[in-house]
């Protein structure tokens, strides 16, 4: 990916979504031509003159402080995944070309996490990887995401965006493939040497007109909790709760976990697709016939 685009875009995406008086400015004028703020009250906020202001958005960050981009981010009103964005494209645009080598990534799992996945029992648990492919789950998380499963490759993002089924197996779809883009964006600019990673952005844009919209709004998100909306096959319509971890040994690798509130129909649900998953070995992708 190409830095000073990414930067570039970024600002400039961020920039005019802030109106003066969001920014508590005075709006002089009635025919402003940009929709949001100009470059030069983005400069006044953030303390910088216009013409280094200026160079910023034009994608160059090479030399830019820590302090510099922290104003920025205070005057852009970035949130705290958006402003970890910001600082990561800096880190890129400063890294030598020597070593621009791609993080450190997980490829294998081991037994350990495989035994505390089996050892959580009354709640979904899946491990992905930074290339959104389902690399382990338990039982009933294998149940939960069983479309997702019966794909030769499970992988979230391609099921999302490629397989028709995505769109009745998440009833907000238009949310879901949002969040996905906004997660994977915040992955491309930690990691973003990672040709595995750029590879698969290609894919979903050559293959997805709303994959390539959505890429170009440049928004950013941390995917670490809220609530998921999904229509099982087998069950029906369920609202979990996810909370997503971090692996800290084994860098690459995120398990989700997912429940759901008590007393609620979604509880109900999950419990019958819990004792489904214990009493069959059959593919759980459609009902059982009735006898």
């Known amino acids: ?106 490829t294998t799992l081991r037994p350990s996490i495989q035994r505390l996945l089996d050892a959580i029992t009354e709640a979904p648990a899946i491990i992905r990887n930074n290339y959104y492919d389902y690399v382990a789950a338990n039982r009933l998380g294998r149940a939960l995401y069983s479309p997702v499963f019966a794909e030769p490759a499970p992988n979230s993002a391609r099921f999302a965006f490629f397989n028709p089924a995505a769109h009745d197996f ?5 949310k879901v493939v949002q969040e996905f883009v906004a997660a994977m964006r915040g992955d491309a600019g930690r990691n973003p040497f990672d040709k595995r990673l750029t590879d698969l952005v290609g894919e979903l844009a050559t293959r997805s007109e709303t994959f390539r919209t959505l890429w170009a709004a440049h928004d950013v998100r941390y995917h670490r909790t809220g609530v998921k909306r999904i229509h099982h096959p087998l069950v029906g319509d369920l609202e979990l709760t996810y909370e997503a971890f971090e692996l800290p040994a084994d860098p690459g690798l995120q398990l989700s976990t997912f429940t759901a509130e008590p007393g609620s129909p979604s509880e109900d649900a999950l419990t019958l697709l819990a004792t489904w998953a214990a009493t069959t070995d059959a593919p759980l992708t459609t009902a059982p016939k009735a006898t």
């Not at 998440?170 to 238009?174: I, L």
């Open 170 to 174: 998440y009833p907000d779809w238009d």
């Open 1 to 106: 990916m190409d830095n000073r685009s990414e930067v570039k875009e970024f600002l400039t995406t961020r920039r005019a979504r802030i109106t003066p008086d969001a920014a508590g400015l005075p709006a002089f004028g009635g025919n402003r031509r940009v929709p949001g703020l100009r470059r030069e009250e983005v400069a006044l906020l953030s303390g910088m003159s216009v013409d280094y202001y200026t160079r910023l958005e034009r994608g160059d960050l090479s030399g830019v402080s820590p302090g510099v981009l922290d104003s920025l981010a205070r005057a852009l009103h970035l949130d705290d995944a958006e402003a970890a964005h910001l600082h990561d494209l800096a880190h890129a645009a400063n890294t030598s070309p020597v070593a621009r080598k791609p993080r450190k990534s997980t």
